[in-house]
């Protein structure tokens, strides 16, 4: 359900990369839950390893939202495969966020893309992301203790049933 809602408001900001690895978290669970169901210690193990690959993505995007050593929020190259010049949905959309548009916009503003200013939000929109990205961390660290879990009792069961 988090992941389905931080889908959701990816695609209102329109950032593609976080987009697309959304998706493929979303099918892994799929696959996580339905080997967990039928027995199967091949997709629990791949759910696994997936886990690992998802939050090493989250850290990167809170790096990349925290601005940490080069990174910076700013570039559309990194989440949005520079296709478009949108941000998160969260920065004009924050709570108690007031949007202004800037007129005359500037030369160098695409004309397709309004220019704004935004103020008075009660949290940022980096912290925002932040916090959805600290949230898949604690919930794939948890998955990931229990797929670990699961793999465990399974192949335990099937060693005691070769007798």
């Not at 690959?53 to 700013?74: Q, R």
């Not at 969260?90 to 966020?97: F, I, S, Y």
């Not at 980096?126 to 959805?132: F, G």
């Amino acid at each position: 359900v988090s992941v389905l809602e931080r889908q959701i408001f990816d695609f209102l900001g329109y950032q593609w990369a976080p987009i697309l690895a959304n998706f493929i978290h979303i099918i892994i669970v799929i696959l996580g839950l339905f080997g967990t169901i039928q027995y199967r210690p091949r997709y629990i193990t791949g759910y696994a390893v997936w886990l690992v690959l998802w939050v090493t993505w989250n850290v990167f995007v809170i790096c990349f939202y925290l601005e940490a050593g080069d990174l910076s929020k700013e570039t559309d190259l990194i989440l949005t495969f520079n296709i478009s010049m949108h941000r998160s949905w969260w920065m004009e959309n924050g709570p108690g966020c007031t949007v202004t548009s800037v007129t005359p916009a500037p030369d160098w503003a695409p004309e397709d893309h309004r220019y704004i200013t935004v103020s008075g939000c009660f949290l940022e929109y980096q912290y925002i992301e932040v916090a959805h990205s600290s949230l898949q961390i604690f919930l794939a660290l948890a998955g990931f203790i229990y797929a670990c879990y699961v793999v465990k009792c399974i192949t335990e069961e099937e060693d005691s049933c070769k007798y």
